[in-house]
């Protein structure tokens, strides 16, 4: 068995070949040279451009992801399979994918603690979304989930089509794969609707439910700026570029296809009954930037009729984004912890 140590305390265990042992310790942003086979000397580019020198087989090239979402070019022996566990203070060793059915879901974990799972919004992911949330509920001591949505981020499925109610499910079955009996869920935006559904549909995994800028309505206003046609008759080209860089491995190249379903899930969701609004009794708390048209306080009014135990809070001087950093991180996040303290 080799070790690798990481400089950030991450541990690595791989099979290399039989003949084989020895400690590799890399030290990040410096080389380290393995002595392993003396004939063989390949230089292996982590993601994150560190550089680490490895003596290793030459016949076989082998690309090892490690779970900080960085990567690793090895060379191994081809009748060995090598497993890379890494300990990133998470409860347990795991990779940062998990098979979901047709879907690769990545997602990111941080803490322990009873769960929360964020819900990002559209044209997002995980992490990006929800960027001002990740150090402070770490630190208050909550299991922290951030994947990135089907047709989205780093998530992978050979079928780009999907929506709402479609994602809703993959978070269900994200649970069930890491053994989550109940999560509290925060979404944002379409997030929030995501979160609508799963807790309409099953009711028994939602332990609570925070949602940000939705007003749990469809509303199509805008959408027709961001098909594909009207951002390149714009020449939005920016807009495109991130988007073809952001969810490369969701769209596979094909950003036309991810600009579409982002307009028709845009267009069409959430749109729940009456009678799954009913079925909401968790502890809710809706937030909405006093200038957020999609979320206003009488849409959020509206679904308290259905929900009357849901608490609603309007942001002042903020628009669709209030727990962003450029808005009133601070403010919300203590809001939003002292909901979960109360009811997660």
Same mark, same amino acid.
């Given at each position: 068995m080799t070790e690798v140590k990481l400089s950030c305390g991450k541990e690595a265990t791989s099979v290399l070949n039989s003949q084989v042992r020895r400690k590799v310790r890399l030290s990040c942003g410096e080389e380290a040279t393995s002595s392993l086979n003396p004939l063989v000397r390949r230089k292996v580019r982590l993601g994150c451009g560190k *550089?680490?020198?490895?003596?290793?087989?030459?016949?076989?090239?082998?690309?090892?992801?490690l779970s900080c979402g960085e990567e690793a070019t090895s060379v191994?022996?081809?009748l060995v399979r090598r497993k890379a566990k890494l300990s990133c203070g998470r409860r347990e060793a795991v990779m940062p994918y998990q098979e979901i *059915?047709?879907?690769s879901v990545y997602y990111e974990?941080?803490?322990?603690?009873?769960p929360v799972l964020f819900l990002h919004s559209a044209y997002s992911r995980g992490l990006l979304a929800f960027c001002g949330q990740i150090q402070p509920f770490y630190s208050a001591g909550w299991r922290c989930l951030y994947p990135d949505f089907r047709g989205h981020g780093r998530t992978r499925c050979r079928d780009l089509t999907w929506d709402s109610e479609r994602i809703a499910e993959d978070m269900i079955l994200l649970l069930d794969r890491l053994n989550i009996e109940k999560a509290n869920l925060i979404g944002y935006s379409t997030g929030g609707g995501v979160a609508y559904y799963m807790a309409a549909r099953h009711p028994e995994r939602v332990q609570s439910l925070i949602s940000i800028g939705n007003g749990g309505v469809a509303d199509a206003a805008g959408a027709e700026d961001f098909t594909p046609e009207a951002l390149a008759s714009r020449k939005e080209t920016d807009f495109i570029e991130k988007v073809k860089s952001l969810h490369a491995d969701a769209h596979q190249g094909d950003w036309e296809t991810y600009l579409l379903q982002e307009v028709r899930d845009w267009c069409a969701h959430p749109l729940l009954t009456q009678e799954e609004w009913s079925r909401l009794v968790m502890p809710m708390l809706l937030i909405a930037g006093e200038k957020d048209e999609y979320a206003s306080a009488q849409r959020l009014e509206q679904i308290r009729k259905s929900c009357p135990q849901?608490?609603?809070?309007?942001?002042?001087?903020?628009?669709?984004?209030?727990?962003f950093p450029q808005e009133r991180v601070r403010e919300v996040n203590e809001r939003m912890l002292q909901f979960l303290a109360a009811n997660g």
């Open positions: *550089g680490v020198t490895s003596v290793l087989n030459l016949q076989v090239r082998r690309k090892v992801r191994l022996n081809p *059915g047709d879907l974990e941080f803490g322990a603690g009873k849901a608490e609603v809070w309007i942001v002042k001087d903020c628009g669709h984004r209030p727990h």
